[in-house]
Protein backbone atom coordinates (compact mmCIF):
# COMPACT_ATOMS: atom_id res chain seq x y z
CA UNK A 1 0.00 0.00 0.00
CA UNK A 2 1.07 3.33 -0.18
CA UNK A 3 3.35 4.86 2.83
CA UNK A 4 2.68 8.56 2.38
CA UNK A 5 -0.28 9.33 4.86
CA UNK A 6 -0.59 12.74 3.42
CA UNK A 7 -1.46 11.13 -0.34
CA UNK A 8 -3.63 8.77 0.82
CA UNK A 9 -5.60 11.32 2.45
CA UNK A 10 -5.67 13.37 -0.36
CA UNK A 11 -6.86 10.52 -3.01
CA UNK A 12 -9.57 9.85 0.17
CA UNK A 13 -10.98 13.50 0.04
CA UNK A 14 -11.00 13.14 -3.82
CA UNK A 15 -12.79 10.31 -4.46
CA UNK A 16 -14.79 11.58 -1.06
CA UNK A 17 -16.08 14.72 -3.67
CA UNK A 18 -16.04 12.95 -6.93
CA UNK A 19 -18.76 10.33 -5.53
CA UNK A 20 -20.51 14.15 -4.82
CA UNK A 21 -20.26 14.83 -8.10
CA UNK A 22 -21.03 11.33 -9.83
CA UNK A 23 -24.41 11.34 -7.46
CA UNK A 24 -25.40 14.80 -9.17
CA UNK A 25 -29.53 14.85 -9.16
CA UNK A 26 -29.73 11.06 -7.25
CA UNK A 27 -28.68 9.91 -3.73
CA UNK A 28 -25.46 9.10 -2.35
CA UNK A 29 -25.22 6.37 -0.10
CA UNK A 30 -23.12 7.03 3.07
CA UNK A 31 -22.92 4.20 5.70
CA UNK A 32 -26.77 3.46 6.17
CA UNK A 33 -27.95 6.90 5.04
CA UNK A 34 -28.60 8.22 1.72
CA UNK A 35 -27.85 11.81 0.92
CA UNK A 36 -29.52 14.01 -1.67
CA UNK A 37 -27.19 15.47 -4.40
CA UNK A 38 -29.13 17.64 -6.01
CA UNK A 39 -25.81 19.55 -7.62
CA UNK A 40 -22.65 21.00 -6.56
CA UNK A 41 -20.68 23.93 -6.89
CA UNK A 42 -17.21 24.84 -6.73
CA UNK A 43 -16.19 28.03 -5.58
CA UNK A 44 -14.54 30.04 -3.00
CA UNK A 45 -16.24 30.88 0.30
CA UNK A 46 -16.21 34.42 0.49
CA UNK A 47 -19.31 36.58 0.19
CA UNK A 48 -18.59 38.02 -3.44
CA UNK A 49 -18.07 34.40 -4.77
CA UNK A 50 -20.77 33.10 -2.96
CA UNK A 51 -23.48 35.71 -3.85
CA UNK A 52 -22.51 34.72 -7.77
CA UNK A 53 -23.86 30.95 -6.91
CA UNK A 54 -26.81 31.91 -4.83
CA UNK A 55 -29.26 30.85 -7.17
CA UNK A 56 -27.74 27.49 -7.41
CA UNK A 57 -27.47 27.36 -3.64
CA UNK A 58 -30.78 25.27 -2.83
CA UNK A 59 -31.11 21.79 -0.57
CA UNK A 60 -29.16 19.17 -2.21
CA UNK A 61 -26.10 21.55 -3.30
CA UNK A 62 -22.93 20.78 -2.19
CA UNK A 63 -19.91 23.96 -1.84
CA UNK A 64 -16.61 22.30 -3.24
CA UNK A 65 -14.34 24.83 -1.88
CA UNK A 66 -11.95 25.93 -4.09
CA UNK A 67 -9.34 26.85 -1.43
CA UNK A 68 -8.87 22.88 0.52
CA UNK A 69 -6.20 21.76 3.21
CA UNK A 70 -8.43 23.76 5.95
CA UNK A 71 -8.57 22.48 9.18
CA UNK A 72 -12.09 22.73 9.44
CA UNK A 73 -13.91 21.06 6.49
CA UNK A 74 -13.80 19.70 3.04
CA UNK A 75 -17.30 20.45 1.52
CA UNK A 76 -20.25 21.82 3.07
CA UNK A 77 -23.80 20.27 1.73
CA UNK A 78 -27.37 22.22 2.29
CA UNK A 79 -29.62 19.69 3.95
CA UNK A 80 -33.51 20.08 3.78
CA UNK A 81 -34.20 20.13 7.59
CA UNK A 82 -37.23 20.24 9.29
CA UNK A 83 -38.73 22.44 6.25
CA UNK A 84 -35.65 24.92 6.32
CA UNK A 85 -32.06 24.50 5.89
CA UNK A 86 -28.84 22.70 7.75
CA UNK A 87 -25.44 22.77 6.91
CA UNK A 88 -23.78 19.76 6.13
CA UNK A 89 -19.87 19.99 7.02
CA UNK A 90 -17.63 17.01 5.82
CA UNK A 91 -14.13 16.66 6.59
CA UNK A 92 -12.64 13.34 5.03
CA UNK A 93 -9.69 12.15 6.19
CA UNK A 94 -7.72 8.34 6.00
CA UNK A 95 -6.32 8.93 9.49
CA UNK A 96 -7.61 8.09 12.90
CA UNK A 97 -7.20 11.76 13.88
CA UNK A 98 -7.72 14.97 12.27
CA UNK A 99 -7.51 18.65 13.28
CA UNK A 100 -10.46 20.69 13.79
CA UNK A 101 -10.66 24.30 13.54
CA UNK A 102 -14.20 25.51 14.50
CA UNK A 103 -13.51 29.27 13.45
CA UNK A 104 -13.18 28.01 9.14
CA UNK A 105 -16.79 26.30 10.34
CA UNK A 106 -18.45 29.46 11.79
CA UNK A 107 -17.23 32.18 9.15
CA UNK A 108 -18.21 29.56 6.37
CA UNK A 109 -21.47 29.38 8.09
CA UNK A 110 -21.59 32.61 8.53
CA UNK A 111 -21.07 33.39 5.11
CA UNK A 112 -23.15 30.99 3.57
CA UNK A 113 -26.36 32.39 5.74
CA UNK A 114 -25.53 35.81 5.11
CA UNK A 115 -25.80 35.35 1.28
CA UNK A 116 -29.04 32.84 1.37
CA UNK A 117 -30.87 35.30 3.77
CA UNK A 118 -32.55 32.45 5.65
CA UNK A 119 -32.78 31.28 8.92
CA UNK A 120 -30.32 27.68 9.55
CA UNK A 121 -31.98 25.32 11.60
CA UNK A 122 -29.13 23.20 12.50
CA UNK A 123 -25.47 23.02 11.80
CA UNK A 124 -23.50 19.42 11.49
CA UNK A 125 -20.05 18.52 11.32
CA UNK A 126 -19.16 14.92 9.86
CA UNK A 127 -16.12 13.50 10.11
CA UNK A 128 -15.59 10.89 7.31
CA UNK A 129 -13.12 7.83 7.19
CA UNK A 130 -13.26 4.80 5.41
CA UNK A 131 -13.48 1.65 6.78
CA UNK A 132 -10.52 -0.41 5.31
CA UNK A 133 -7.79 2.61 5.54
CA UNK A 134 -5.04 1.21 8.36
CA UNK A 135 -3.38 4.06 9.34
Known sequence: GLQNPSFT???????????????KGGLMEVGDERWAISDYVECNLDFDSMAQVADRLVPGCWLIPHKWNQGGFDLVGLVEFEQ?????????????????????VKDAASTIITVLNQEIQRIEIVMMRPLDTTN
Not at 88 to 104: E, I
Open 9 to 23: GWIVEMDFINQIIAS
Open 84 to 104: SLMLRFVQVTSSASHGLNLKY
